[in-house]
Structures are given as C-alpha cells and as structure tokens.
C-alpha cells in the first residue's frame, strides 16, 4: 500500500458532512468514578445545512466543565503565530515549488489550477504539502463549507460565551512542526495522486460522512490509517507521539471533580494506536454516546 496524503488531509482538517438521523456518532466516553472525558471527533468544515450538530456533542458539552481543543482558541490566529505559519509554508531561498517536484507532477498542478481558475503564480512559493492544503480548502468552500462552521470553530465560540474552561493540548509552533513533518515525506508521486482524488472529493467526502456519522473504528482505521503507516516516521510523528501525550492528559482528567470534553480530529481515535485503544489497554471502559 502507500500512503495518500491528500486522504489524510481529509480526516485530519478538512472533513465534511452531512447530517442525518442516524443514532451513532463519533462521540465516546470513559469514566473514572463520578467524572467522565468525552471524547469527540472533530470535523473542522462543515456547512450550514450541516448544523446543528448531532445531539451527543451537546450532551458532551452540557456535561461537561472543561473543554480541551487540540490549541486554545485564538492560538494560531496570533500575529507571531500566523508569521511562524506562513514562513513555514513557503520557500524562502529563492526557490519555488516547480524547483522540488517532479515536472510531471509541476505540470499537473499547473493543469488542475488552470481548470479550476486557482492563480498558480500566487501558489508558486508553497511547499508541496501547504500547496496541496490549500488546494483542499478551496475544492471544500465549492462545496458550501468552511472552517467556521466546523466543530472546533463552533464549541470554541460557545464554550468562550458559556464562560467554560478552555485549554489546549498543544501550541501552534507544535502543530507547525507537525505540518512541516508532514511535508518532508512529500514526493511527486503523492501530489499526482492527491491531484486525481481532489478531482473525485464528492464520492471522498460521501466515504468520510458514512465513517464519522456511525463512528465506526474499523473503518476509520482502514481509510485514513493505514495508508500513512507506509511512511513510519510521519505516522509516528502525526498519530503515535502526539496520542501517547494525550492520552495522559486524559487520565490526568480524569482524576478531577468534574468531566471534559475533548474535541480532536478524528483519525487520531482508531486504530491499534488510537486513543480509543489506548485507554482500553489502561483498563478503562469506552462507551460510545447514543441517542
């Protein structure tokens, strides 16, 4: 198998849906005692019709004192956080991207712009993985959603109106890196791929929807996971490391009063290496929230 990028860009930032009546989301919890973490995936686009959400992320959310994101709210958009952003986002030795991909994959890229009326000259200095973000974000907007009507941007905005506690698991030069790791294992053969499912994002999105809404675990793990397990080091990096720190913020939650809500992208709860598993292995019951 080898890893497509351009999939997990789609579980991890930029994932839409499409709600329903179905009873089963992906919305956990473990307990410990009285005190309970829920555990949410999180979809950071989304569009109006989308809203409002699935009634176990409110359930979460009422239950729950705390709410933990994967940054605080307001982290990245700050001025030396966004200036860290862009500087890593793009070449600044005077190359651009046409000097590190492969020509073939250059010509694509150009092609694919061209039929979609994206400037390429305004693309010219992104790395291969920001290049490609953003090219997900714009085919996404075509599709009625942005960011703020995603999970993240809405339970960060109540909860700042609800007066709840609001931390972060991570900061921003933290998720920069992550990102930045991400775009070292690029090569050309992962943005010609990328560059033909981009072309195909309804019929993606559609298998992305019937994953999230029922919260099933096998296959998150099968259409998001094992794909980056092709590249160890980036899956280490982006999944392993990052769920091992978390799932002991988690514990630590759970010996306090009262419960959190956690709200994380969702390929970070499946798989062998999942947060889900990783708390069964301590011996903790998982319960999945249902109507």
């Known amino acids: 198998m080898k890893l497509n990028l351009f999939r997990f860009i789609l579980a991890a930032l930029f994932v839409l849906?499409?709600?329903?009546?179905w009873a089963q989301t992906s919305v956990w919890m473990v307990k410990s005692g009285n005190t309970a973490v829920y555990l949410a995936g999180s979809i950071h686009m989304l569009r109006a019709s989308d809203h409002p959400l699935p009634?176990?992320?409110?359930?979460?959310?009422?239950?729950?004192r705390q709410i933990i994101f994967e940054t605080s709210p307001g982290?990245?958009?700050?001025?030396e956080n966004m200036e860290k952003f862009m500087r890593a986002s793009v070449?600044?030795?005077?190359?651009?991207?046409?000097?590190?991909?492969?020509?073939?994959?250059?010509?694509?890229?150009?092609?694919?712009?061209?039929?979609?009326?994206?400037?390429?000259?305004?693309?010219?200095?992104?790395?291969p993985i920001f290049f490609l973000m953003t090219l997900t974000v714009l085919q996404t907007n075509k599709l009625g959603a942005d960011a703020k009507r995603g999970v993240d941007a809405f339970f960060k905005e109540k909860a700042l109106n609800d007066g709840k506690?609001?931390?972060g698991l991570e900061t921003a030069g933290q998720q920069i890196y992550f990102l930045t790791s991400l775009d070292s294992a690029m090569e050309g053969k992962q943005i010609l791929e990328s560059l033909d499912e981009l072309k195909k994002i309804d019929a993606?999105?559609?298998?992305?929807?019937?994953?999230?809404?029922?919260?099933?675990?096998?296959?998150?793990?099968r259409s998001y996971l094992e794909r980056m397990k092709d590249f160890p080091q980036v899956y280490k990096n982006i999944i392993i490391d990052r769920n091992k720190q978390w799932v002991k913020t988690i514990e630590k939650c759970l010996k306090e009063q009262?419960?959190?809500?956690?709200?994380?992208?969702?390929?970070?709860?499946?798989?062998?290496?999942?947060?889900?598993?990783?708390?069964?292995?301590?011996?903790?019951s998982v319960i999945k929230l249902i109507r």
């Not at 009634?55 to 729950?64: D, G, I, K, L, W």
């Not at 993606?204 to 793990?221: H, T, Y």
């Not at 947060?275 to 292995?281: E, G, I, M, P, V």
Request: proline fraction near 2%; aromatic fraction near 12%.
């Open 17 to 21: 849906i499409s709600v329903s009546s």
């Open 91 to 127: 070449y600044n030795d005077g190359t651009t991207l046409r000097d590190h991909i492969s020509p073939e994959a250059y010509a694509r890229a150009e092609a694919f712009c061209k039929e979609n009326n994206y400037p390429m000259n305004r693309f010219a200095y992104l790395r």
């Open 75 to 79: 982290e990245m958009e700050k001025t």
């Open 258 to 284: 009262e419960s959190t809500m956690l709200i994380v992208g969702l390929a970070h709860f499946a798989g062998e290496e999942g947060l889900l598993n990783l708390l069964r292995q301590r011996g903790y």
């Open 165 to 167: 506690k609001i931390t």
């Open 55 to 64: 009634a176990e992320f409110f359930r979460a959310y009422e239950n729950s």
């Open 204 to 221: 993606l999105f559609l298998n992305a929807v019937n994953a999230w809404r029922k919260g099933d675990e096998a296959l998150i793990a």
